[in-house]
């Protein structure tokens, strides 16, 4: 079994994310790992295709400073020390890929709600994280809420 030093997880900030969070705190834990946590901002004029025709700025400012906050809580109710939380803007496979390199991580943790199919080969952020990492992936399954 691997001996991970650092963990990086992945969220998406949805009550989902705490299963997420609780398996690689769980692992950080075992290994005595620093932990580090991401959450992707997709810049929302590329959502919509660049085609906007008014200033986005301030809604984009409104959904970092919303995000900001919604990390901070959460890394806050862990019982696990946690090394950085980070609010990146761009595209999620790619900040997730630049930030495990940057921290040298050696795991990544994710959420994965177990689709199958093309739905998981060709709409996973998952599945983009799994292809372009340079460390071990573990995709946490979601189990329903409720």
Known sequence: ????????????LTDDSDQVLQRAVD?????GAALHIIHVIEIISFAYGGDVPMDLTSLQEQIDKHANERMKAKAEAL???VEETLVATGNTEEEIHQHADKISADLIVIGSHGRHGLALVLGSTSNGVLHGAKCDILAVHLKEQG
């Open 27 to 31: 692992i950080a834990e075992r290994n």
């Open 1 to 12: 079994m691997a001996n991970y030093k650092r963990v990086l997880v992945a969220v998406d």
């Open 79 to 81: 019982n696990y020390p």
